[in-house]
């Protein structure tokens, strides 16, 4: 059947910010959603909250609504949109929850626009818990036996009949968040206690234990007319235990037979037919008893997933684009696959290859988070990689993490006398068990006994053992023979893994494999395991005899991508990247795209004109970079686009000959090294903080007495705030340098004098070595101290006058010159007592890139990546690319307000005795993502910035104040307002006696720590803690102050992280959110897509009477 | 601890085209020679050594990885590893899986199977893509001693497989009955051209009780099954698939079947025996359909289901019209989609029909099953309306698309 004629426009939603659990494989998903509609003739409005998305980019919809997605501001979307049809199955559990939320609100009955795709009983049958066990049922198969509780009582009685260990599952969450395993009543009272908290219905599930099971997924594909496909089947390395999100996965599955591999996809079948999604796409999650074979279903997504783009990169079959074809009304024999153009995509895709995911996860920044891994998922980012083995695969994928410790290594003393702690270390899940598992082998545990500890297939045991037993050949030979290279190759060792075998430089590996000949060739990721010819480019490296790189005629531009996502280096970079490669296609260039990650756009085999899925490291890259040389000419590699992955190789590649273009290596240089940055300052005549460097104890003493505390201090090589910290004191200073020293001994202390009370401005520029376009002035709402990542800004800068940002200007112009930056550059200032200082400056693009191209309508990163292939700003002016005139230092009066909020993860990790994690910001970057509010006002936008990444301010009822001594002067001003707004105050005694002593009226609560008879209203005896846990208090307010305090504020802080109330960490803020708090008051809430933005604003010069026409 | 680094004599795969990959020996060592093809299916080895119509063939796998669950006792679909030779790139350490009775490797040795690892099975399946399907051989130990002419002359050596007659060498040599499973409903005389153990399975489930001939069987052999059942004829004919070049079969016993107006259901080389018995052509494709994610519409309802194929060999029929046979109009009722080769034949004026792919599936996909279903109903419209112009499926509408979710 072909498509239906019912539809004209669709509204799509997104998934919002980038969080645990649901990362930016919703971009992907999204943006090919976009992408198909817009091509069937459909006017497509979208709604994200999410500014660093591909999706949002206006050209990707007709209406882009970056507005928070919430049932309300959803409504208002299509009451204004009047769409035919709302598709929700993309945009990953948020959607989800939110069309379920329009349908009980009954939204879409009143406007008539169904949800497509997956219907309202089709989206309930696969979420309920209880439900989908009927479903199970009904299709002749097996679900862990479970009983459904809504109370502590019913747990406990619950675990009681099921017997411990039971796994705790809330309802209706997200990544798993809030489930895991209780061995007993305390644990399954602090488990469940949280679910039914977190569950949206205060329901959890409680069932009997599958751990160690076998755990498989399948990617089905169905259309209306009832074909059903499996896309891909994947195996989890890591057995039942460890979230699916946090496990090492295999595809396709290697260890069923076709028997065993048939049943399930039998059951699957069955179960999205029962299920009743009409189009689509679903993963059907499966445990196997090793033992016996017992098939259990665990669960169903009746909408695309962080897996499915997984199995999309992992096979070539693109899911969501299929899965928006299959929503419009198309059947799975009408679309043709996409890689061999003469078949259909109703078929399953067979791979002549492995692929490997692994999770890569963050835990260095939450040190006191507990890094077990459970049923909640705690990764941040995943790496995939392909090979034409396991070991290749698995190898690639670990060097992929970009992390020295998650390869294997052969490096330091015989493990052998750590065999029994190594075995006890493995039967802990945690990041990094793989390289245990690894050491473990190699200290002579058998396949078997790591089995026993871990429960991880002997299959894949065995294929590590084979790894070690390599490496043993390798490292015992006479020589590094071409035999034993080769098989090393073969078995995706890299070269600096045979450098430490053999104790030379990398470089000399490489000579020698080089000399030798033995070099990758690239294979096509095809669908079809070459049955048929493939007409997409989409290559892996492997150690085979053929190569299948095609030639080509036009000049290549190498873009390199970002790798796995990380806490400070997400989607953002992904963003630029993709960005550039639709300019420079656009502009006549061949694009190369090479990164790793298979959630991103920029590794969807559509967005470049050829995809290499390699990690990103100096070997992988030298050898793309050589195979596309041979291929046909290469007009440059572009590094600066990616964030630290790629800049970091920029030197190195440029020393192999590769040319970079844009900003050169050695002007990299100069930003980066401390001290030629110092003499680029000095030149330019910028000031920057005192600053001094430390190797010792004495020395940070010496310094931090000379510049005046406080002072930042942190290692002298970091990324994202890496170890940064902020410190009052001599005494917590020695603490810090003994341990920083002790972590680093090669590297100095860097010690920066502190900028207290200063605003942090942020730009981002282009510069093509005459012409500077200021992207955008962004002011942050925190002051300096809080790393930019976490702190909100606001652009059009908020409260800076003209000529301020008149020097902003002037002071990176000659930064820009100084460093000789080709492209974009971010810079980072503080001013304070009126002297703008500079922070630091990165030539690349930076994370703020597409908040500033979606604030001002002006697409940055395709700029800059002309810029780099040598077209001048003039020129992009005249071609419109960038507006004729000013630039986003100048914007018109009328222009909108954009407030950027970062999002935080805390709520998903809890110390080893289950506590939250302090949710406190500072100089390290914590945020897993960004939101962005727009509309006429600072007030209006924070607000939705606020509603968009934490559900919303309070508009009514108790806050509670507790603030640093050196905070409470400026408490006074917004706590007024708060009181004027109809707000209760509560506060501890000293911020009370402050805030009764200005006349503002306030309850005096007692802090945990005063001991009970100390001055308390609360005449039950309960504390602040309980009274926020008990939902009395609507936001909190508490700004840290040294470490006295510490206790009682992160005891504080974790209750209102546990009971979701709004927390407000910093003074700054506070008063931001009362200005939100009286915006929203003072008129309903609004929405306007960017398009519409976009014509007010009319930096284009293309809308002559456009000022009118926003709102 | 035992070495994983298994020391491998060195083997060499040679095509007929002069091409050839050097790898290790895998299985027995020794020399092969057959044609070779290609097959994508990333399960079932165990099914796929073990099926007749491999006879002769020397099968690459595109999945990297073979052997990974061993050897089982219940996935054999005959009594032999048929295969002529084998072609992995990864041949398994050591199996991992609950039913494993032991090593594939282990098997391969004990059956004499010649076979070659370590080669790059993609490049070698990417040219018989281009080329088509050849001859090919595999050396390896004192066989492989020999100059690349010598070894090039030995494939040369081989028949071809067009034009070569094979069913009989894969065939049972005596008739056994596979019995119903529960009651009794039918009894069809089931001629086993290279039979695979799943297919009288499915069968038997559907009541059918199985009399499986010999490949040689005559029109008198398949009216004694309906005797022994106090019938005149049995309540249906199968043929089964099987190995070769159809244009060599004798199709005379299964016209006289058509004759008769005996319910008749055909697999793979069944189909293609089908159709020269109906007048039409077979020819040999490029390289053949081999693997278990083939899409097929079943055009009698429109649905895509997902397949298990092993052909070589297609039936020339025009896919766009009826075509008019001394059995009366015949339409093609079942066609691939990656290549609009002919899948499936329905017969309108004789209860006949058949395919060209797999519904007995092991290995592959399970979609297909209906299929027998659909024999069982052809057979009981047959028994209750006596043999007036009974086709399959094309009166019961209903019925079919219930079928669908089997």
Known sequence: MPKREDITSVLVIGSGPIVIGQACEFDYSGTQACRVLRDEGIRVILVNSNPATIMTDPEFADATYIEPITPEVVEAIIAKERPDAVLATLGGQTALNCAMALHERGVLEKYSCPLIGANVQAIQLGEDREKFKGVVQRCGAESARSLICHTMDECVAAAAELSYPVVVRPSFTMGGLGSGFAYDEADLRRIAGAGLQYSPVTEVLLEESIIGWKEYELEVMRDHADNVVVVCSIENVDPMGVHTGDSITVAPALTLTDREYQRLRDIGIAVIREVGVDTGGCNIQFAVNPRDGRVIV????????????????ATGFPIAKIAAKMAIGYTLDEVPNDITKQTPASFEPTLDYVVVKVPRFAFE?????DPTLTTTMKSVGEAMSLGRN??????????????????????????????????????RPTDGRIVQVQQALRAGATVEQVHEATGID?????????????????????????????????????DRQLAQLRGMPEAVVRGVRHALGIRPVYKTVDTCAAEFAALTPYYYSTYDEESEVLPRERPAVIILGSGPNRIGQGVEFDYSCVHASFALREAGFDTVMVNCNPETVSTDYDTSSRLYFEPLTLEDVLEVVAAERAAGPIAGVIVQLGGQTPLGLAQALKDEGVPIVGTPPEAI??????????????????????????????????????IGYPVLVRPSYVLGGRGMEIVYDDETLATYVTRATIASPEHPILVDRFLDDAIEIDVDVLYDGQEMYLGGVMEHIEEAGIHSGDSACALPPATLGSAEIDRVRQSSLKLAQGIGVRGLMNVQFALAQDVLYVLEANPRASRTVPFVAKATG???????????????IAQLRAEGVLPPHGDGGTLPAHAPMSVKEAVLPFARFRTAEGQNVDALLGPEMKSTGEVMGIDVDFGRAFAKSQLAAYGGLPDSGTVFVSVANRDKRAMLFPVRGLVDLGFTILATAGTADVLRRNGIPVEVVRKITERAGEPSVAEDGRTIADRILDGEVAMVVNTPTGSNARADGYAIRAAAITADVTLITTVQELAAAVQGIASMRSAPLEVTSLQQHAIALDLYARHPSASVVAG | MTSLLTQRDPAVLVLEDGRSFAGRAYGALGQTVGEAVFSTGMTGYQETLTDPSYHRQVVVMTAPHVGNTGWNAEDDESRRIWVAGYAVREAGLRPSNWRSRGSLEAQLLEQGIVGICDIDTRALTRHLRERGAMRVGI????????????????????????????AREVSTDTAYVVPAVGERRFVVAAVDLGIKGMTPALMAKEGIEVHVLPAGATVEDILAVGRSAGQEAPDGVFFSNGPGDPATADVSVLQAVLARRIPFFGICFGNQLLGRALGFGTYKLKYGHRGINQPVMDRTTGKVEVTAHNHGFAVDAPTKHDSQTPYGRVRVSHVCLNDDVVEGLECLDVPAFSVQYHPEAAAGPHDAAYLFHRFTDLM??????????????????????EEGHH
């Open chain 2, 380 to 401: 009981e419209r047959h028994r209750v309306t006596g043999p007036q112009d009974l086709a399959p499926g094309r009166e019961t509408p209903q019925l079919l698309t």
């Open chain 1, 858 to 872: 002006v697409p940055l990163s395709k700029a800059a990546s002309r810029i780099m292939l040598g077209t001048s």
């Open chain 1, 365 to 369: 920044k939450f040190p006191a988070a």
């Open chain 1, 298 to 313: 665990i669960e169903m997504n009746p909408r695309v997933s962080r897996s499915s783009a997984l199995a999309s990169k």
């Open chain 1, 458 to 494: 002997p299959w894949f045991l065995d294929q590590i053992a084979l790894i070690n037993e390599v490496a043993e050949v390798v490292r015992s030979a006479d020589r590094l023979r071409p035999d034993l290279l080769a098989l090393a190759k073969r078995h995706g060792f890299s």
């Open chain 1, 669 to 706: 240089h100069l930003a980066e090294d401390r001290g030629a940055f110092g003499r680029v300052l000095a030149e330019a005549g910028l000031p920057a903080p005192k600053h001094g460097t430390a190797y010792s104890v004495e020395d940070a003493l010496a310094v931090a007495r000379s």
């Open chain 1, 390 to 427: 396991f070991t290749e695969a698995l190898q690639k994928a670990l060097r992929s993490m970009e992390r020295k410790e998650s390869t294997f290594h052969w490096s330091g003393a015989d493990p052998q006398p750590q065999l029994a702690e190594l075995l006890r270390e493995i039967a």
């Open chain 2, 139 to 166: 050396f390896s130990g004192p066989a492989g001693d020999a100059r690349p002419e010598q070894l090039l002359e030995r494939v040369h050596a081989a028949p071809q497989m067009a034009g070569a007659d094979l």
